[in-house]
């Protein structure tokens, strides 16, 4: 299982095997402040992100951060 979440240390306390951090809690998958263009883009690399995080072997709750810079407040 995989976790995508703006609250990345409640995940890891609650036992997620497999955390990955999103942007924002009302919205952890992207920014609708953000031109579409770039929302999608951010979109899509947490995505992938979570897809990777889905193929690794973990041991305990691990944080993924997808590759990506959160600009918009």
């Known amino acids: 299982m995989a976790l995508i ?3 990345t240390m409640v ?3 609650l036992g997620a095997n497999r955390v990955i951090t999103g ?3 009302i919205h952890p998958c992207g920014d609708p402040n953000l031109p579409p263009a770039d929302d999608r883009a951010m979109r899509l690399e947490i995505v992938k992100c ?7 072997d973990v ?5 993924f ?9």
């Open 11 to 13: 995940a890891q306390q």
């Open 59 to 63: 041991s305990r709750p691990t944080v």
């Open 23 to 25: 942007t924002k809690i």
């Open 65 to 73: 951060t997808p590759s990506i810079s959160y600009t918009s407040g």
């Open 5 to 7: 979440t703006a609250m």
């Open 50 to 56: 979570a897809l990777k995080a889905l193929q690794t």
